[in-house]
């Protein structure tokens, strides 16, 4: 079974904001894109790696088979991988 891996979200200066937890930064992105960031740029903790992903959150019809509390519209997050860039320094 894959380990869990923490993803820093860092802003456009470069500061890390938060930090997303997945076991594929994929996962950590659709996370930060469902709370609303549409540049994440994910740096893994331990690396230099910094994944790159463009993002945004849709409002979509609730699936069948959904719970009766679930309201019908419900947001769904989506995410495009741009790339990787490494840092010089953490």
Known sequence: MAEMRNF???????????????????????????????????????????HIFSGERVQVDKPQGAPAWMPDKIWKPKVKKIGIEKLDEV
């Open 8 to 50: 820093a979200l860092r802003d456009v200066q470069g500061n890390e904001i938060g930090v997303f937890t997945g076991k594929s930064p994929r996962q950590a992105a659709l996370k930060a894109a469902n709370r609303g960031y549409t540049e994440i740029k994910l740096r893994e903790r331990g690396t230099k790696k910094v």
